[in-house]
């Protein structure tokens, strides 16, 4: 089984030169792919002196889009994701593996609550945990954990999916669920990062909000219009029960909102089989 190891990396000269060593020293015959995001620093040029392989960008696309730039050229059956910023021990990719060997189609590193960068990232991730357990039915330990090893030609199928900035691990774990290839947690430890994260808060806020949403349009938007539809429904039913008890009338506010719960149902409908084609395989 040939092993092809992709990291996508923006400026992260200083976690490769601690990175990269380790990893060719654990995996001699493994093809090691650097997958350089527009770096303005030396990231490129330490890839090249430790002799492997490095797709470059002219200008940063994100991290996605390094993602499925070394995913098309990587040559192995299975391909490992890691970060390149040092908190990924390339000891650990062995425990990743394992579990293809049993049947699995993507193995991924679960963090504990010390592998998050903080308490605010750890409470987010853990909501989308929760969530997306939810919308799978499976409990999913790591949505976000971008150290993971898939079988190449199943993670290719995706690569339209997938977003060029960051929640690639999002994206494709679901679309793994959805497509009924069988996904593994493995509980691993995280080191800090090298350098400074690209992640910022406030501008990213955001784009992790609607992570939320794409998680359900991904995997069954119905499981999250349906709610919204009885929601609506359920509004406008006790809203003309009110207004009938004490006015006697039925209201154009109970109206609008019968309406919306039909029109949200509808909308529902055609994204569930958006979805569907979105995931046929002829």
């Known amino acids: 089984m040939r092993i092809s190891v992709v990291l996508p990396a923006k400026n992260e000269a200083d976690g490769l030169r601690r990175t990269l060593p380790a990893l060719i020293t654990l995996f001699p015959e493994a093809e090691v792919i650097v997958s350089d995001d527009g770096s303005t620093d030396a990231t490129a040029a330490v890839a090249r002196e430790a002799g492997v392989r490095v797709v470059s960008a002219p200008y940063s696309m994100g991290n996605g889009a390094a993602i499925k730039r070394g995913a098309r050229a990587a040559t192995g059956e299975v391909i ?14 062995a425990a990743l593996l394992a579990p293809l060997g049993a049947g699995f189609d993507m193995v991924v590193g679960a963090r ?3 592998g998050q960068a903080n308490r605010g990232r750890g409470l987010a991730n853990d909501f989308y945990n ?8 499976h409990r999913i330990a790591d949505l976000t954990s971008g150290f993971r090893a898939v079988r190449a030609s199943k993670f290719r199928e995706f690569l339209h999916l997938l977003p060029n900035g960051f929640s690639y691990p999002t994206t494709s774990t679901m679309a793994f669920f959805r497509s009924a290839y069988p996904v593994a947690y493995v509980p691993i430890p995280v080191a800090q990062r090298i350098g400074t994260s690209h992640i910022r808060p406030m501008r990213d806020g955001i784009r992790f909000l609607l992570i939320i949403f794409k998680i359900a349009t991904l995997y069954s938007p119905l499981k999250l219009f349906l709610p919204t539809t009885l929601v609506f429904f359920g509004a406008g039913l006790g809203y003309y029960a ?5 006015m006697g009338r039925f209201t154009n506010m109970s109206t609008l909102l019968f309406s919306a ?6 909308i529902g409908l055609i994204s569930e089989q958006i ?8």
Do not use: E, K
Not at 80 to 92: I, K, L, R, S, Y
Not at 275 to 282: A, E, G, I, K
């Open 242 to 246: 009110y207004t009938f008890s004490t």
């Open 112 to 114: 504990d609550a010390s």
């Open 261 to 266: 719960s039909v029109i949200i149902f509808l």
């Open 275 to 282: 979805t569907n084609l979105t995931y046929r395989r002829d």
């Open 80 to 93: 490992v994701f890691m970060d390149a910023d040092g908190q990924h021990d390339p000891a650990h990719i």
């Open 130 to 137: 929760r969530l997306a357990s939810w919308m799978t039915g």
